[in-house]
């Protein structure tokens, strides 16, 4: 068993000025590793849940509330902010709004400074974060002059360059083109091979079912379901009744073994359709 990171213990939480709680008896416990993907309808408080994992709920966005979040044994309501940002890092869906600086490198860098860190630190980190992102050539461009998902991999690198150990993913593609939200994906991807832990928010199923080990379905500040990613990500009735729609080839083979076919597991993607009709073939 890997070691818990993240445990969060009967949380509920009401902004301030606000009746109705933003998130209501949440409990979970994310271990060193894993890779859980968010998912639920607008304001079922995913964006909520992920800032009281790294204390600016309720530190910077005050509001009332109960139970706990620990990372890494540390209480988030407690902890300062600056503190929780070298172990949890952030990338929300509006990356141009976190772009402060006029050049890539400069964004890099400067969070760094603020560490404190000697020199050749600095440089390591953000050498190694501008390649893993591709954006060595760019280095020297105002943010502005990025496509959407160049200025999405800028955000990701500065969050990486402080060597988090977790990083959270918050609707971060749902800018940009398909193939921006596939650099993202396959990023995190091999963020997932090197052993980070990763939380992502994401409403694109297809791109979620590649790497999510495991799924939290939340609505209404509740968490509806907590499992394994494969037999939650193809509970087709149960997703399409909160407005989430599961891969179409998920759906196609839904409905055909409605008709009769008998799919011993429904399919997230082609490659996995064509092995449940390889095996029906067969068997016939
Ligand atoms: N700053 C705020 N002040 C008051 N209420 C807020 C604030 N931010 C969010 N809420 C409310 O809290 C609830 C949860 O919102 P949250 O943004 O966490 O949902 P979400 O699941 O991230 O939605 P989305 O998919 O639209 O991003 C909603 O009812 C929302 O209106
Ligand atoms: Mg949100």
Redesign the pocket.
Known sequence: MSKPIIVCSDLSFV?K??K?P?LKNVSFTISEGEFVGII?P???????LCWAINGVIPQI?QGKLKGSVEVKGKPSNKTPVDEISQIIGIVQQDAEAQLLMTDIEKEIVFPLENLSLPREEIHRRLEYVINLVNLDEERYRHPFYLSGGQKQRVAVAAALAMEPEVLILD?ATSELDPVGAEEIHELAGRLKKEGKTIIMVEHNIDELAKHADRIIV?NQ?EILRDGDAHEILTDVNFLQSLGIYPPQVTQTAFHLREAGWQFERLPLNLVEATQSISALRKSQ
């Not at 607008?42 to 909520?48: L, Q």
Request: hydrophobic letters at 25%; proline letters at 0%; glycine letters at 24%.
């Open positions: 902004y000025d606000s109705k933003a639920g607008t304001g079922a408080g995913k964006s909520t966005m609707e939340m500040g």
